[in-house]
């Protein structure tokens, strides 16, 4: 059976999940808002540990990709590249918005909390087919679904992931649906000495 590690950092959480072929034997979960950076490894540590798996016994990493929080999406997503590379194992990006519409009734549209009042959303089986940010409030007939708790979340990112390692061919990389908060610097560039 395959290990499939999962782990997501998109809101203010840090979540992993461990699945035995797709079986799931482990996960955890912790609200933050920040110190993802520090966390997630542990956090993973605890769940291989949980599990009875080794790094060297994975076969496939998902990782959530976003859309959702700038640094923590660049947190779990260079980590997951840089654990499959390390291992020689796939690693397979997942959309918050395809992990929370995983086994849901179709036709469904998916709703993720977003900054300023905002939603990103996605429609399957309906528009919009594409993901987009928008407005919250005018959910339409269309029935609307939001994320389940970070554990369950990263256990559907393991399950996607699965399903999807054998055919994924490129690198897990963030989706982004806004620009990011930061600004450039004011402050003059430093001096290079020579």
Same mark, same amino acid.
């Given at each position: 059976?395959?290990?499939? $590690? ?14 035995? /072929? +797709?079986? $799931? ?26 599990? /009875? ?12 990709? /976003? &859309?959702?929080?700038?640094? /923590? ?24 918005? +395809?992990?929370?519409? !995983?086994?849901?009734?179709? &036709? ?8 300023? +009042? ?19 409030? +005018? ?6 679904? !939001? &994320? ?26 963030? $989706? ?16 290079? !000495?020579?």
């Amino acid at each position: 059976m395959v290990w499939t $590690l999962a782990f997501d950092t998109s809101a203010a959480h840090c979540a992993a999940a461990l699945l035995n /072929g +797709d079986k $799931l034997v482990a996960a955890r979960a912790i609200e933050m808002s920040r110190g993802q950076a520090e966390h997630l490894v542990p956090l993973i540590e605890e769940v291989l540990t949980e599990g /009875g798996c080794t790094w060297a016994d994975l076969g496939v990493i998902g990782v959530g990709i /976003g &859309p959702g929080n700038f640094t /923590g999406i660049r947190i779990s997503v260079s980590a997951a590249r840089g654990m499959a590379m390390a291992l020689g194992i796939p690693a397979v990006g997942v959309s918050t918005l +395809d992990a929370v519409a !995983l086994d849901a009734r179709r &036709p469904v549209r998916v709703h993720v909390p977003a900054p300023r +009042d905002q939603v990103y959303e996605q429609g399957f089986g309906c528009a919009p087919e594409l993901p987009e940010m928008r407005p919250a409030g +005018d959910d339409g007939e269309t029935p609307v679904i !939001l &994320p389940p708790a970070p554990a369950e979340l990263a256990e559907r990112i393991a399950r996607i992931a699965l399903t999807r390692a054998p055919f994924e061919t490129e690198a897990p990389a963030p $989706l982004y649906l806004r620009a990011a908060d930061a600004a450039p610097a004011k402050d003059a560039p430093p001096v290079i !000495l020579p």
